[in-house]
C-alpha cells in the first residue's frame, strides 16, 4: 500500500505562485522504486470534473495541458519520494482542489485558491 500526500496548497492573489509537493511513503516505497513511478496531478473546480493538469513518467519525461503550459512545471526528486507541481502566474481559474497521482495510487488533495 502507498500512502500519497499532497502539501503546499493556500490561498495567493492573482499572478502569484505556488508549489505543490506530492510525498509518496509505505513499506514499497523507497528512493529507486519511486523512480519508475509515473506521476500525474489532477484538479477539481467546484462544480466541475476533475481534469488532468500534468504528468511526468519515470524517465522525467513531462506533459503539461495547454491551459497551464509556460506556467506551470511538474518535477521529481526521487531521493526524497517527492514530486512537485510549480505553479506561477496563478490565475483565479486555477482555484482547485490539486490531487496527486503515483500510479493508480491518488492522495486526499490539496486546496489551491486564487483571489482576483
Known amino acids: 500500500q502507498v500512502e500519497v500526500v499532497e502539501s503546499g496548497g493556500g490561498l495567493v492573489q492573482a499572478g502569484g505562485s505556488l508549489r505543490l509537493s506530492c510525498a509518496a511513503s509505505?513499506?514499497?516505497?523507497?528512493?529507486?522504486?519511486?523512480?519508475?513511478?509515473?506521476i500525474a496531478w489532477s484538479r477539481q473546480a467546484p462544480g466541475k470534473e476533475r481534469e488532468f493538469v500534468a504528468h511526468?513518467?519515470?524517465?522525467?519525461?513531462?506533459y503539461v495541458v495547454d491551459a497551464v503550459k509556460g506556467r506551470f512545471t511538474i518535477s521529481r526528486d526521487n531521493a526524497k519520494n517527492t514530486a512537485y507541481l510549480q505553479m506561477n502566474n496563478l490565475k483565479p481559474e486555477d482555484t482547485a482542489i490539486y490531487y496527486c497521482?503515483?500510479?493508480?495510487?491518488w492522495g486526499q488533495g490539496t486546496q489551491v485558491t486564487v483571489s482576483s
Open positions: 497521482r503515483a500510479n493508480s495510487d
Open positions: 511526468i513518467s519515470w524517465d522525467d519525461s513531462t
Open positions: 509505505g513499506r514499497s516505497v523507497s528512493a529507486r522504486t519511486f523512480s519508475t513511478v509515473d
